[in-house]
């Protein structure tokens, strides 16, 4: 099956390297756009930014919300979050950060314990785009 057979577009982000991976960091599916999986990485040089979870968390949403401009899409669009953090001890911090992203009604949610492989968090999204 050609990329054009499909009822869903991929969305890649101009002037900035292509994912290390075989996956597209946006697609969008009719209504609905799908993130990849965002990390603390720099877009630009593609080196992980921040050692504490905190910062680390600042830069991944800041990630998640560039892909979702990429697809006409915002924050507030945000339908569903799924988050991966390499010390499940970390959630109240995440959760406190979080607070300041999106507000009420919050998205649904899902935050689990995952080995990261260097990094301290990992977040991926769904949003609702009319």
């Known amino acids: 099956m050609r990329a054009t057979d499909r009822n869903w577009i991929p969305v890649t982000l101009p002037d900035l390297p292509a994912p290390a991976g075989a996956y ?58 799924t988050v991966y953090l390499a010390d499940e001890k970390d959630w109240g911090s995440f959760d406190q950060i979080y607070r300041t992203v999106f507000t009420a009604p919050f998205p649904a949610r899902a935050v689990v314990g995952a080995q990261l492989r260097g990094i301290l968090v990992e977040i991926s999204v769904v949003a609702f785009v009319p």
């Open 24 to 81: 597209s960091p946006g697609v969008r599916a009719g209504n609905l756009f799908f993130v990849s999986g965002q990390t603390p990485r720099d877009p630009a040089t593609g080196n992980i930014v921040g050692i504490t979870v905190e910062e680390q968390i600042h830069v991944t949403l800041a990630n998640v919300e560039r892909v979702l401009v990429s697809g006409g899409a915002a924050m507030h669009d945000v339908v569903s979050v």
